[in-house]
């Protein structure tokens, strides 16, 4: 079954650039997403079809899909970014989705 | 604006059924650029995808539920709905239900249930 790696944490310093990796065979030939969630909460979704981003996702949430890993940059990191990332993918032939583990990021 | 309530026992018994369902307000499940499905977390873990399906009644599952799952779809009540058989405490999670807008992406989640599978 097709699976997606993601670090279990990443730190940054407030104002900083955070990256965040998910990793996957082939996962550059897929769409990848991103949601973020706050504990008790909803995700969110913050990028999808690679780049793209929702309505109302502030620009410092940036994404990129290549070869066998999708990155998700957060630039100027923000005390309110802290929370939990998830990358997904979804195969368009089987319609199947698939989370990454998910990452902690902590802004400290 | 779109809005995706679960509802359903909270507690279900080992070996029994889990059943939710899913009703959407603010749009209707039957359009066709849109997948509707049920993905669900375990206390402190993460994301799990369950199924989804089509407004076609096309249903995709995952592959390690497969044998346990069932979506399907009331169109007049623009409701959807998840039976899952043979519980373990293993299906204790958060069970949410979310459109999969196209290509891939649930780009609006129900708040979540949480099901708890004890006796």
């Known amino acids: 079954s097709y699976e997606l790696t993601q670090p279990p944490s990443v730190s940054v310093s407030p104002g900083q650039t955070a990256s965040i990796t998910c990793s996957g065979d082939?996962?550059?030939?897929?769409?990848a997403c991103w949601y973020h969630q706050k504990p008790g909460q909803s995700p969110v979704l913050v990028i999808y079809e690679d780049t793209k981003r929702p309505s109302g996702i502030p620009e410092r949430f940036a994404g990129s899909n290549s070869g066998n890993t999708a990155t998700l940059t957060i630039s100027g990191t923000q005390a309110m970014d802290e929370a939990d990332y998830y990358c997904q993918a979804w195969d368009s032939s089987t319609a199947y989705v698939v989370f990454g583990g998910g990452t902690k990021l902590t802004v400290l | 604006q779109l809005q995706l309530q679960e509802s359903g026992p909270g507690l279900v018994k080992p070996s029994e059924t889990l059943s939710l369902t899913c009703t959407v307000s603010g749009g209707s499940i039957s359009r066709t650029t849109y997948y509707w499905g049920w993905i669900r977390q375990p206390p402190g873990k993460g994301l799990e995808w369950i199924g989804s399906?089509?407004?076609?009644?096309?249903?995709y599952y995952n592959p390690s539920l497969k044998s346990r799952v069932t979506i399907s779809a009331d169109t007049s009540k623009n409701q959807f709905s998840l039976k899952l058989s043979s519980v373990t405490a293993a299906d204790t999670a958060v069970y949410f239900c979310?459109?999969?807008?196209?290509?891939?992406?649930?780009?609006?989640w129900g708040q979540g249930t949480l099901v708890t599978v004890s006796s």
């Open positions: 399906i089509y407004y076609s009644g096309s249903t």
């Open positions: 979310a459109r999969l807008m196209l290509p891939g992406s649930f780009d609006n």
């Open positions: 082939k996962l550059g030939d897929k769409y």
